[in-house]
């Protein structure tokens, strides 16, 4: 079968996790992606290594289904090099410090001189206002898209969140773009650049968050557990902050991890209060609506965790789901690593690597019925520089030479 973006070529010059995730995306929906490094190497080859002298996770499970080649970009023959690689490429992406790629001699106008049907896709830290000069890392998207403001509970620091919603969350964004770049070019037959901030990405991540912001201008967040309200959105620990109330309640045997999140719909509080063992609170007054359990949330939760802590996570799960009752309960990372079911669906992948043997990565979250996704290894540094020089019309002599040189 084939693959939604079969033919279109891709030239990755991203290095960290924010670019890479977009390439990686666009490798598994079928592009041919062509990642461009240093003669070094992406420095997460080497960042974070569980193995002496082989390819970190880091870099494993971010770069598959790709292939590699070396070019020094400060060299006269890498800057050749280069001209030569976009000409025959329909995307670039990188995600250098801001300005890296001009210094380099390649200013968008550049490009697109050389190739007028490019996209040229960028992530940065910031927009171009006055956070513009910035280098930015994942958690200081965190910091500064609204994120760590709204995580952590009212008496306690702002907190970094565990999922890369300003790396891989940024990269996302940068998909979406680039592949409605490459839809215009179909009827306009020129590229264009597009540029995604991961500040940017993570504030339309935080949507609802700005939503509450302007909600207390009219009062109190009644569905915060909070109980007293400034002029900011207050960090509201696990409470769902949506229409419907939610918390992590404890489960047995009360390990770091034994948790369930539990949503209360208004058709939920029935059923709960019968598998709880309160089955009078159902018709009673104080309790019977969402408007007269609003101002005790927390005493509410109280009740369901005095239940949950007599069963284990799992009962607590099958539980709630046989009343329909949505919830979750927490699953420790290994835990995921080790489900089956998301093994069967895909998602949880083991590959295997030349250098490092079987590794267990994420595979792609999009399901495309006509593009299947099978994950391939990672490559090597370099490993398809003869391939892929040979096809620009470099001899196996000056490849040697190219080598010997530091170009590649
Ligand atoms: N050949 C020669 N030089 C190369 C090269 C190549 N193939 N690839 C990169 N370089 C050079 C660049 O030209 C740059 O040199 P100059 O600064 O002299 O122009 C240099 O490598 C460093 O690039 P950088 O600024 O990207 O690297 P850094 O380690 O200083 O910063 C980071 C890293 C992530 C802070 C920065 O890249 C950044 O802000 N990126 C945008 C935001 C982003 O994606 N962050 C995600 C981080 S993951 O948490």
Redesign the pocket.
Known sequence: MGKALEGVRVLD???????PSVTQLLAWLGADVVK????GGD?TRRQLRDVPGVDSLYFTMLNCNKRSI??????QR?KELFAELVRSSDILVE???????D??GFPWERLRELNPRLIYAS???FGPGRYAK??????I?QAMGGSMTTTGFADGPPLATGA?I??SG?GIHAVAGILAALYQRESSGRGQRVQVA?QHAVLNLCRVKLRDQQRLAHGPLKEYPNRTFGDEVPRSGNASGGGQPGWAVRCAPGGPNDYIYVIVQPVGWKPLSGLIGRPELAEDPEWATPEARLPKLDKMFQLIEEWSIRHDKWTVLDRLNAENIPCGPILSTRELAEDESLREEGIVVAVEHPERGQFLTVGSPLQLSDSPVDVRTPPLLGEHNQEIYAALGVSAGELAELKTNGVI
């Open positions: 010059m991203t290095h960290v996790q924010s670019g461009l490094e240093a003669p420095i070396t070019l020094n970009m400060k060299s890498g995600n250098f410090g801001p300005g890296a790629v210094r380099m992530i940065k830290g910035f280098k930015a890392y994942e958690v998207a890369q300003g790396d940024t991961m």
